[in-house]
C-alpha cells in the first residue's frame, strides 16, 4: 500500500505547528515556503511543488502571529484543498465550494475557546486513517449528528448568540466592509510614516491581525505603557516576531481602531 502523503504550503507559526500534527499520521511534503523572508509573504501559487497524488494541500488562511492572509482561496487542482481558518472564519464570505476541509477554533469571530467547527465535504467523509481517534473521525461525528461526545453546549449557545449579532450587523459582507475600513485605517497610516513600518507584504496583509514594528525598538516599553493608560492591552506582537500586534477581529470597533491609530500619531508626535 501507498503511504498516505499530504502537501503543506508553510507561511508561519500556525503551518508549522500543523505539519508537526501531520507528521504524527502521515508524510508531509511542504510544498512551499516563506520561512526564507521570515513569513512576511504567502509563496506565489505558481511555485509551489504540488502532487496530484497528495491526500490534500493544507494552507492556514490567516496567520494570526505573522499576520499574512489569503485573499482567495489557491487553486490546487482536484485535489481537496484543507483550510485552518481559526483566525479569519466569518470575518468575510468564503466560497465553500472550493474547499475539501475547513476547520477553525471559534475562539476569534465565533465565540468562547474550546469549540471547533469543521465543514467537510460529504465525499471526503469515512477515509479517517484506522488509528484516528473517534472523536476524530468525521464519519462518528457525522452519524451522530456532531454529538458522538458530549459537545460544549455553552461554548455552542453563546455562539448561536454570536451568529445572531452577525446577522444583525448586515452579515459576512457587511462585516467584511467593516474590516477591511478598520484595517485600512492602521495600513494607510503605516504606509505614511517611517516612524512605524508593516512588515507584511502589501497583497498578502492580514485585515484580522496587524502586526507593526516601531523603527526604534528602544520606545518599544514607553509604546506599550501609553497603550495600557488608554486600556488598549495586548498590543504586543508575538515573541517570535517582536514588535506590535494589533488584532482586530470582527467584534472590534472602528472607534476602537481610530483610538488606536490616534494614539499611534500621538506618540510619533511626542517621539518622532
Ligand atoms: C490560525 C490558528 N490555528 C490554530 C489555533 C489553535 O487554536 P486552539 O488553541 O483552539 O487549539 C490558533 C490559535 O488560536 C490559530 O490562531
Redo the contacts with the bound molecule.
Keep these: 500500500m501507498v503511504e498516505p502523503f499530504a502537501d503543506y504550503i508553510n507561511t508561519g507559526e500556525?503551518s508549522k505547528?500543523?505539519i508537526k500534527e501531520a507528521k504524527k499520521y502521515c508524510t508531509v511534503n511542504v510544498a512551499a515556503t516563506s520561512e526564507a523572508t521570515g513569513f512576511t509573504s504567502i509563496p506565489k501559487s505558481d511555485t509551489w511543488k504540488l502532487d496530484p497524488n497528495a491526500a490534500y494541500v493544507h494552507i492556514?488562511?490567516?496567520?494570526?502571529?505573522g499576520g499574512v492572509q489569503y485573499h482567495s482561496a489557491p487553486n490546487v487542482g482536484e485535489v481537496p484543498l484543507v483550510a485552518?481558518?481559526?483566525?479569519d472564519i466569518l470575518s468575510r464570505p468564503i466560497d465553500v465550494s472550493k474547499y475539501g476541509l475547513i476547520y477553525?477554533?471559534?475562539?476569534?469571530n465565533m465565540g468562547p475557546?474550546?469549540l471547533?467547527v469543521t465543514i467537510v465535504r460529504d465525499d471526503l467523509i469515512g477515509q479517517a486513517l484506522p488509528i484516528t481517534p473517534s472523536a476524530f473521525d468525521y464519519k462518528q461525528q457525522a452519524d451522530n449528528d456532531s454529538m458522538f461526545n458530549t459537545p460544549p453546549t455553552y461554548a455552542i449557545y453563546i455562539a448561536g448568540l454570536v451568529f445572531q449579532w452577525l446577522k444583525k450587523q448586515g452579515g459576512l459582507k457587511a462585516i467584511e466592509a467593516h474590516n477591511r475600513k478598520k484595517a485600512g485605517l492602521i495600513y494607510d497610516y503605516l504606509d505614511n510614516t517611517t516612524f512605524y513600518s508593516s512588515p507584511v507584504a502589501r497583497e498578502d496583509r492580514s485585515l484580522m491581525n496587524v502586526p507593526f514594528k516601531l523603527k526604534n525598538e528602544a520606545l518599544d516599553e514607553a509604546f506599550l505603557k501609553g497603550a495600557k493608560e488608554l486600556n488598549m492591552l495586548q498590543l504586543k506582537g508575538h515573541r517570535s516576531v517582536g514588535g506590535m500586534r494589533a488584532s482586530i477581529y470582527n467584534a472590534m470597533s472602528i472607534e476602537g481602531v481610530e483610538v488606536l491609530v490616534g494614539y499611534m500619531k500621538d506618540f510619533e508626535k511626542k517621539n518622532g
Design positions: 500556525w505547528k500543523s492556514c488562511s490567516n496567520e494570526t502571529i485552518d481558518m481559526s483566525s477553525a477554533g471559534a475562539q476569534k475557546s474550546g471547533t
